[in-house]
């Protein structure tokens, strides 16, 4: 098992930053490759970004390339994704999740998740 805890979530106005964090625990986390996703209301949970097991490959959906960053640090285990010129509709709940896999996209290829963490960027 491996438990996946966010955090870094917060109210922010369009043009901030925010930095999220994913802490994990429990057997091997560290040889998982992490991802993130969020969700809103009424709509399916969507890829952000996702990171391989080592950090060396990262991988990111189209509308955030250029203003997010992932990053992990394993002697910490622990996953940020850090968020530029955020924009409303960043606005989500986002998720953490790792995969024994390669870097995937999509979340039914994810094993663990947490709790999540809400980001909301007003206008």
């Known amino acids: 098992q491996v438990q996946l805890v966010e955090s870094g979530g917060g109210l922010v106005q369009a043009g901030g930053s925010l930095r999220l964090s994913c802490a994990a625990s429990?057997?091997?986390?560290?040889?998982?490759?992490m991802g993130w996703f969020r969700e809103v209301p009424k709509k399916d949970r969507e890829f952000v970004a996702a990171i391989d097991w080592n950090g060396r490959n990262t991988h990111y959906e189209q509308s955030v390339k250029g203003r997010f960053t992932l990053s992990r640090d394993n002697a910490k285990n622990t996953v940020y994704l850090q968020m530029h010129s955020l924009v409303p509709m960043d606005t989500a709940v986002y998720y953490c999740g790792a995969t024994t896999s390669w870097i995937r996209t999509m979340p039914i290829e994810y094993d663990f998740w947490g709790q999540g963490t809400q980001v909301t960027v007003s206008a």
């Open positions: 429990g057997r091997t986390a560290t040889n998982y490759a």
